[in-house]
């Protein structure tokens, strides 16, 4: 079994930054796209951040300038800085990765719980 967990979220005021962590455990093989997406109340689940597994990234237009999206392959885990928040940036942000299990054969996505984060003067 492989499972990802968010830590970092919580409530901070407008032009703050915060770090959000996910780390992946398990019968690890390979950690291949890891990927950050986040969901406000009444709204659909919305890509933030992309990393390959080559370092590669992109971001949605709304983030990008503001956060920036790494990873540390021997922890398996992946951050998400973000900087300059601003109250439309509220939701809960889930961590999604696509891993390929030790014995297996293909890549299975997996989600972390979530963690919420809360920008409010």
């Known amino acids: 079994q492989v499972q990802l967990v968010e830590s970092g979220g919580g409530l901070v005021q407008p032009g703050e930054s915060l770090t959000l962590s996910c780390a992946a455990s398990g019968s690890i093989s390979v950690v291949n796209t890891m990927n950050w997406y986040r969901q406000a109340p009444g709204k659909g689940r919305e890509l933030v951040a992309v990393i390959t597994r080559a370092g590669g990234v992109n971001y949605a237009d709304s983030v990008k300038g503001r956060f920036t999206i790494s990873r540390d392959d021997a922890k398996n885990t992946v951050f998400l800085q973000m900087n300059s928040l601003k109250p439309e940036d509220t939701a809960v942000y889930y961590c999604?990765?696509?891993?390929?299990?030790?014995?297996?054969?293909?890549?299975?996505?997996?989600w972390g719980q979530g963690t919420q984060v809360t920008v409010s003067s």
């Open positions: 999604n990765a696509d891993v390929l299990q030790t014995g297996r054969l293909r890549f299975v996505g997996y």
